[in-house]
Each structure stands twice: as C-alpha cells, then as structure tokens.
C-alpha cells in the first residue's frame, strides 16, 4: 500500500488507487472549511427598456364652480288686447278648437265646440187618454196703439269704473266629466291643457282650481239622460253661483251647453252643480277654459 502525498501533507493518510485493476481500501478526506466571499464584480449593462403600463383610472371630478350672475331684465313687452267671438256648435266627431281671427296684438278668439253625439231613444210612453175637444174661441179685435210717452230727462253721469280688461292671452284647458250616482257635482275623470306646459289649471275629480288670477271664459255640453221631470246645471266659484240662468235638462234623452264668464282669483275653485241629480240617468260632459290675464295682474 502506498500513501497518498496529499493526504500525508494534511496529516492523515488516505489511501487511493495508483494501479488500475487493483483495490485498496478508500478514505474519505473531510470538507475544508469555506473561503473568504470575493469581491463584486463589475456591474453589467442597463438592459432594454420595459413595455408601457397599463393607464391608471380616472381621477374624481372637480368641485361645481359658482353659479353666474343674473341677467338683467328685459324691456316690457306690447300689451294685447282680447275678445270673445264666435261660439259654434260642431258634429260630435269633430275636436274642439279655439281660433284667434285678430291681429297679432288684438286677438279675437272664436270657440268652435262638438255637441254630443245622439243617444239611444227611450222607451215609448204609454198613449194617453184623449181629451175632450174644447170649442174654438172668437177672435179678439186688435187693440188701438197707445200714444207714445215723453222722452225722461236725462240721468247724471255715473262714476268711472275701474277697468278690468284682459290683455294678453295665457292657456286654454280641455277637461271631461260625468255624473255619477247620488252626487251633486260633475266628477272630472281627464283633462288636456294648451301650452303643454301652462301651471293656469289644477284638475282633480271634485273641479278645476285656478292657480293664476285672470279673466276666465268657460263654456261645458251635456249628453244626458232623465227619468222624469228636469235637472239643471248651475256654474259656481267658490261654492257661490256664476250662472245668471241654470242650464235645463227637461228632455228624457238630450244634450245642452252654457257659458259663463269669471274674474278669478289664485286658489279659486270652479264647478258644475247638478240641481235634481236623483232625475239624472247618466250625463257626459266636455269643458273648455280659456284664460286670459287682467290689467291689474300685468
């Protein structure tokens, strides 16, 4: 056995194979203990610059800046002048309208509403006895014509009134009602209103509320029918009567209108009071409004 320099250098004998095909017993040589780090090397080349990131979100929105000042006002417009013109009665089928024939600063509004279509024909009564024939009365010998009276003396002037006198028109209100059983007032169930946009009207079932003061012209038909005897239709604001003489319903089947016109005030409240309603069978009814304001409101 022969003895390996190097092992014998550190002071231990490891025995290795010199002679191939021979075998000798082999001995491990233990770990030496770890060298000291070397120095840093050299720090190499920037390398190639990285893709984009992807964009961050959106930051809040700024504070409201402040509101700009008021313009001033604008000079004051020509005053109008207004009158009620024609009323016609159309066919059922036909839409109501109101038609202004003045100038473009004196308007003369012509209202042309449809009358109610025909209803169904009641019932034949049964015939009555016939009565006696009564004797034809004489003629009576025409009177002589009375002289004519002295002309009065002349009344004193009264005084000046204050002038109520619309000037310029504002809205036109469309509404539909009805009767309804045991109630004393025409019940509203829809209404339209010209500008789309006029806050003039607040409808509601129980009547039209008016929300601007002015000179109001309302005109309503009828389709109705009655048991017996009459009913009437009276126009009221503020529960107090506009009507000088109530609309009639005598016929068993029929149709009336009325027109009436008022100087409401904001809040006023107009509506349709039914005078015998136990008689009524059924009634429809159409209502326009047309409002127009007053000088003292300008």
């Known amino acids: 056995m022969r003895s390996c320099p190097a092992a014998l250098f550190f002071g231990f004998i490891c025995c290795i194979p010199w002679h191939i095909g021979r075998k000798y017993p082999i001995v491990t040589c233990p770990t030496g203990a770890t060298g000291a780090t070397g120095a840093t090397g050299a720090t190499g080349a920037t390398g190639p610059a990285g893709n984009d990131g992807a964009d961050g979100a959106d930051g809040a929105d700024g504070v409201t800046g402040a509101t700009g000042v008021t313009g ?7 005053a109008d002048t207004l009158a009620v013109g024609t009323t016609t ?3 059922p089928e036909l839409l109501a309208t109101v038609t202004d024939s003045g100038t473009p600063n004196n308007h003369i509004f012509d209202f042309t509403i449809p009358r109610g279509a025909t209803g169904a024909t009641g019932p034949a009564g049964n015939d009555g006895a016939d009565g006696a024939t009564g004797a034809t009365g004489a003629t009576g010998a025409t009177g002589a014509t009375g002289p004519k009276g002295a002309t009065g003396a002349t009344g004193p002037t009264g ?18 009602g009805q009767y309804s059983d045991n109630e004393e007032y025409v019940r509203l169930n829809g209404s339209s209103v010209y500008p789309p946009d006029s806050a003039d009207f607040t409808v509601n079932q129980d009547g039209i509320s008016f929300n601007t003061a002015g000179f109001y ?5 009828a389709d109705y029918a009655v048991t017996s005897g009459t009913a009437t ?5 503020n529960g107090k009567s506009v009507s000088s003489v109530p609309v009639t319903l005598a016929r068993t089947v029929g149709n009336a209108s009325g027109l009436c016109a008022v100087n409401a005030g904001a809040g006023d409240v107009f509506r349709l009071k039914l005078n015998g309603f136990s008689k009524l069978v059924s009634a429809d009814f159409n209502i326009l409004v ?5 000088n003292s409101d300008k």
């Open 290 to 294: 047309a409002c127009w304001l007053k």
């Open 89 to 91: 009665t159309t066919e």
């Open 159 to 176: 005084p000046t009134g204050t002038c109520r006198c619309c000037v310029s028109s504002r809205s036109i209100l469309s509404a539909k």
């Open 72 to 78: 001033a006002t604008g000079a004051t417009g020509v």
């Open 217 to 221: 012209v309302i005109q309503f038909t």
């Open 233 to 237: 239709i009276a126009a009221e604001l």
